[in-house]
């Protein structure tokens, strides 16, 4: 439990954080979601035997370990998205492509009926050995999202990515796939 703890202590010491076009009810929101949804997964992992990271229910599907080095991968992918999408000016006239709200994303992202197939470049290598490595491995991630999102002062609503799982999105909903992200798979 101390492992776990300690890992939080640079969440609390965090200062505020800045999302542009965005009120800070729904910032509040935002963090809060994305500070559950990494303590829900720390809390499960570290409840686990060292045995059951590595189990694998059918051979098709994903361990413990597999699916939380997919989520890591995932969210250092989207953060490189926002790292490219910087590179040219936050441009408006985007917005007309998105079909999609908010809170659709986060039901999309979070509903169980349907399979999706990861990307290629996020499917788990089978690296994390054990419970430390993943904490470690999703851990270092998640931090990683949390100062881009502690210190971020772009226009994150005028920059735009196209998700295979929701269609075109802004750079603020792509925050939300992080806790949905998760959510969704600690429900496997």
Known sequence: MHFIASCFIQIRKAKQYILPLVNPHIQSRIYGQI?????????????????????????????????VEHIGLAEMGIRQIAQQTFKAPADSAG??????????????????????????????????????QAIIFFTNARNKNIEFIQTTTEDLRNRFWQHPATGTIDLYQAILIISAHCERLQHR
């Open 35 to 67: 500070n559950i949804s990494r303590h829900n997964l720390l809390t499960e992992i570290e409840e686990l035997l060292e045995a059951r990271l590595s189990f694998k229910p059918a051979p098709y599907k994903w361990s413990v370990a597999q699916i």
């Open 95 to 132: 917005r007309k492509e998105i079909n999609v709200t908010d809170e659709q994303v986060r039901q999309r992202l979070t509903n169980r009926s349907g399979k999706v197939q990861s990307p290629e470049m996020i499917k788990p290598t089978g690296s994390l050995n054990n419970i430390k």
